[in-house]
């Protein structure tokens, strides 16, 4: 079987001022690949993030989306469609509905009609077991279900791949789960998603891969097995232990 | 009556100029870049620094040594117009401000344009947040509308004040001056509560307190 690439990164850099956040990123996805980002706090996982679907360019480097050039296409809004993005802190809008707020890039940006937006909508609200609370404002739902919205958000735009910024951190330890479990039916579908996230547990049963990165590099990327039973580097199983230690195995 | 009617005619000329300067002033002040800034929190400060009334001498007596010559009319709804946009384009910027920065990004990030974002996700938001201290600006304009009598505008305060002259009922006149700015105010809330509630979405807002 051929595999086919979905997500390139050739060599990323980006720096803030004089501080370089990003050293030199490469990696790739191949399509209904799981890869689960883990690092320290500052290490430039968010900004890495971002760079994909241009919310901040990098300074150099190329990312491929199959075999368009993010980083000098023409039609930017094009490309974030296909690139599904969710949030820590969610980023529902606050004045639609649950289903509002799934449909609105439908009708908006893809111009669906309405009916059929809706009947989309309801569609991946129902996947992610929220079809129930579809006329619910933000406010009106927990963080649980909040985030489950905005993977359904995501969802609705059909992306070719998914980006994860810690969906499950800014969640009460109880609502953790169920957000996990609507990420692993993804994976288990076929999705294409880059993760960060610190759920060890959800990393090492869903993930085809973990990558570590530190200080703006990639210090080791490779199976859960590999990085957890045999990392090639000191700093990967120390940091590794550590989180296995703080989160648990939980959520997987 | 008729002097209501001035009244009424200042305060939706004044309110009105103070809306369509203080948007693109909130705008200038999110979006411009430092010099747009630095002008605009000048202009800000010194409008609300200065009393209305020093406000309208300086546009009615003032400028005509410049040349520039109004009459009081005018020269009463300019003034109430340019200190109520320093107001209101502190008023719009908080409201757009307190739309978080990850509404946005999600909305960049389904692929909106800029200019969709803020038309579908931020506006939305801002105008339900802006109501309620936009209702207290405008009861404060209406009420300072008062202050053209300095003028020599024959609005509700000045006709009333010839009335008294007339009558010699200062107690009942003026009685009756205050009652038709109580009506006037309180059905300006009234209206604007009515708006606000209409709009009404769980969540956004301030009576509810949570977010
Ligand atoms: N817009 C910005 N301007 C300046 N510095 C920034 C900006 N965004 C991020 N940084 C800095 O870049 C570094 C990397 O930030 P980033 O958010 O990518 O880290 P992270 O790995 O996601 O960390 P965390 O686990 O805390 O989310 C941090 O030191 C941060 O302070
Ligand atoms: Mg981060």
């Known amino acids: ?252 | 009556m008729e002097g209501a009617l001035v009244t009424l005619r200042l305060f939706i000329a004044g309110l009105g100029l103070g809306v369509v300067l203080g948007i693109p002033l909130a705008f200038g002040q999110i979006y411009g870049n430092k010099l747009i800034r630095g002008l605009i929190a000048v202009y800000e400060r010194v409008l609300r620094s200065i009393p209305l009334l020093v406000i309208l001498f300086l546009l009615y007596y003032g400028l005509p040594l410049l040349g520039i010559r109004f009459p009081p009319m005018v020269a009463a709804i300019l003034g109430l117009g340019l200190r109520s946009s320093a107001y209101q384009s502190q008023i719009f910027r908080g409201a757009i401000l307190s739309i978080s920065e990850s509404q946005l990004k999600a909305a960049l990030s389904l692929g909106m344009t800029g200019i969709q974002a803020f038309f579908h996700i931020i506006l939305p938001q801002a105008i339900r947040i802006a109501i309620p201290p936009f209702a207290n600006e405008a009861a404060i304009v209406l009420k300072d509308t008062s202050l053209a009598y300095a003028l020599g505008v024959i609005e509700l305060l000045r006709q009333g004040y010839y009335v008294m002259t007339n009558t010699a009922e200062p107690l009942a006149v003026f009685v009756a001056i205050g009652a038709i700015y109580f009506v006037m105010t309180v059905s300006i809330n009234t209206g604007l509560a009515r708006v606000e509630k209409g709009l009404k979405i769980p969540g956004i807002g301030v009576e509810e307190g949570i977010g």
């Open chain 1, 1 to 252: 079987m051929t595999e086919q690439m979905i997500l390139r990164i050739e060599d990323l850099y980006k720096s803030f001022g004089d501080h370089e956040v990003l050293k030199g990123i490469s990696l790739s996805l191949n399509k209904g690949e799981t890869k689960v980002v883990v690092g320290p706090s500052g290490t430039g996982k968010s900004t890495m993030l971002n760079n994909i679907n241009m919310l901040i360019p990098p300074d150099q480097g190329r990312i491929y989306l199959e075999d368009v050039d993010v980083t000098t296409t023409t039609d930017l809004t094009k490309i974030r469609q296909e690139i599904g993005f969710v949030f820590q802190d969610f980023g529902l809008f606050d004045h639609l509905t649950a289903r509002d707020n799934v449909m609105i890039g439908l009708t908006r940006v893809k111009k669906m009609a309405g009916k059929e937006a809706a009947e989309l909508a309801m569609l991946e609200l129902r996947r992610v077991g929220l079809e129930k609370h579809a006329g619910q404002y933000p406010a009106e739902l927990s963080g649980g279900q909040k985030q489950r919205v905005g993977i359904a958000r995501a969802l609705a735009m059909q992306p070719k791949l998914i980006l994860f910024d810690e969906p499950t951190s800014a969640l009460d330890p109880e609502l953790i789960g169920e957000v996990l479990t609507v990420m692993k039916n993804l994976a288990r579908d076929g999705m294409t998603m880059l993760i960060v996230s610190h759920e060890m547990g959800f990393a090492r049963t869903v993930s085809d891969q973990i990558i570590f990165m530190e200080n703006g590099v990639i210090v080791e990327q490779g199976s859960p097995e590999q990085l957890f039973n045999n990392p090639q580097q000191e700093r990967t199983r120390e940091f590794l232990f550590k989180l296995t230690d703080l989160y648990g195995e939980g959520g997987g």
